[in-house]
């Protein structure tokens, strides 16, 4: 059975620090994973998933919790 694509998204500290130190807005992140969670790849690092939106990149866990929810991981941009 898969799981249900998330409607929620959680932060980790480090993530949260990320976006700030970068100048990313929280909803910029936020909906990448809700509009692009169906176009993720797996990811062999510490979080489960990457998803990409233009040159933003999130890491992120989903299932996180319960099915409806992601935990944003870190994220970076890319060139």
Request: glycine share 4%; no cysteine; charged share 25%.
């Amino acid at each position: 059975m898969t799981a249900q694509a998330p409607t929620t998204v959680l932060w980790t500290d480090h993530a949260l620090a990320k976006a700030q130190f970068l100048g990313i807005p929280r909803s910029d992140v936020e909906d990448a994973i809700l509009e692009h969670h169906d176009r993720r790849v797996r990811n062999a690092r510490a979080a489960d998933w990457l998803v990409r939106s233009g040159r933003l990149v999130v890491a992120y866990n989903h299932p996180a919790g319960d099915e409806l929810t992601a935990l944003v991981v870190t994220l970076w941009r890319r060139d």
